[in-house]
């Protein structure tokens, strides 16, 4: 069962499917470095799982994300690709451990520590954004600063304690989180802000692979099964 941001890598047939179809973003960026993105798309650069827009079976709706940036802007690319030409996927929390090997110094430091503090308290911590896909791919994604963009499951009480836990390690190193947290709302996995799931608020915007929802949640919350 795919999720929002997994990751998805394709075999070669999925390539002229991506330029075919693409929708691309800065619409006015010089064409070498589309090209230069449709060549990597899915082979090197994963796929990342987006909201599935136009429903059609036996297709699956993903975007792309380059190290390069045009005016500022990253090189973004969204499409529509067969399911037959899926060759690997990977979870958020896959990407973590691999990322937690392939981290340096500081870096490592305190992905190390955001993991860990999950863990201790039974939330399963994974990694997002350009640190997930430089870990990946070897590419230039990160630049300085950088937040942590992390996505975590768990139960209501633990995630409040992992909550307090990463305002610590914000503090102690000057970082800045988003963070999503992966609930269970009308049997789909639906993904929310950490921080808005802590308020006081019971309504809560949370998204699914297929749509966007409002709606109450309540104390407590609903129990969640870690990410494999």
């Given at each position: 069962m795919l999720n929002r941001h997994d990751l998805v890598f394709f075999n070669r047939n999925a390539i002229d499917t991506i330029a075919a179809n693409a929708e691309c973003l800065p619409p006015d960026a010089p064409r070498a470095y589309w090209d230069e993105l449709f060549e990597k798309a899915g082979l090197?650069?994963?796929?990342?799982?987006?909201?599935?827009?136009?429903?059609?079976?036996?297709?699956?709706?993903?975007?792309?994300s380059s190290p390069r940036r045009f005016n500022g802007?990253?090189?973004?690319?969204?499409?529509?690709?067969?399911?037959?030409?899926?060759?690997?996927?990977?979870?958020?929390?896959?990407?973590?451990?691999?990322?937690?090997?392939?981290?340096?110094?500081?870096?490592?430091?305190?992905?190390?520590?955001?993991?860990s503090s999950g863990c201790r308290g039974g939330v399963c911590v994974g990694l997002l954004g350009s640190r997930a896909l430089q870990s990946l791919t070897g590419l230039p994604y990160i630049s300085a600063p950088s937040d942590y963009d992390l996505i975590v499951e768990g139960r209501m009480e633990a995630l409040k304690a992992y909550a307090?836990?990463?305002?610590?390690?914000?503090?102690?190193?000057?970082?800045?989180?988003?963070i999503e947290a992966r609930i269970h709302e009308r049997n789909l996995a639906c993904d929310v802000k950490l921080k808005e799931l802590m308020s006081s608020s019971n309504w809560i915007m949370g998204k699914t692979l297929s749509d966007v929802l409002l709606f109450r949640y309540p104390a407590g919350g609903s129990e969640s099964v870690c990410g494999k």
């Amino acid at each position: 069962m795919l999720n929002r941001h997994d990751l998805v890598f394709f075999n070669r047939n999925a390539i002229d499917t991506i330029a075919a179809n693409a929708e691309c973003l800065p619409p006015d960026a010089p064409r070498a470095y589309w090209d230069e993105l449709f060549e990597k798309a899915g082979l090197q650069i994963p796929g990342i799982v987006r909201r599935q827009e136009h429903g059609r079976k036996g297709w699956l709706d993903v975007g792309f994300s380059s190290p390069r940036r045009f005016n500022g802007v990253r090189y973004r690319v969204s499409a529509s690709i067969p399911t037959d030409d899926i060759e690997e996927v990977m979870t958020p929390f896959q990407v973590m451990r691999i990322a937690l090997d392939n981290a340096k110094d500081t870096d490592r430091r305190i992905m190390t520590e955001l993991c860990s503090s999950g863990c201790r308290g039974g939330v399963c911590v994974g990694l997002l954004g350009s640190r997930a896909l430089q870990s990946l791919t070897g590419l230039p994604y990160i630049s300085a600063p950088s937040d942590y963009d992390l996505i975590v499951e768990g139960r209501m009480e633990a995630l409040k304690a992992y909550a307090g836990n990463v305002k610590k390690i914000e503090r102690r190193y000057g970082i800045v989180t988003d963070i999503e947290a992966r609930i269970h709302e009308r049997n789909l996995a639906c993904d929310v802000k950490l921080k808005e799931l802590m308020s006081s608020s019971n309504w809560i915007m949370g998204k699914t692979l297929s749509d966007v929802l409002l709606f109450r949640y309540p104390a407590g919350g609903s129990e969640s099964v870690c990410g494999k």
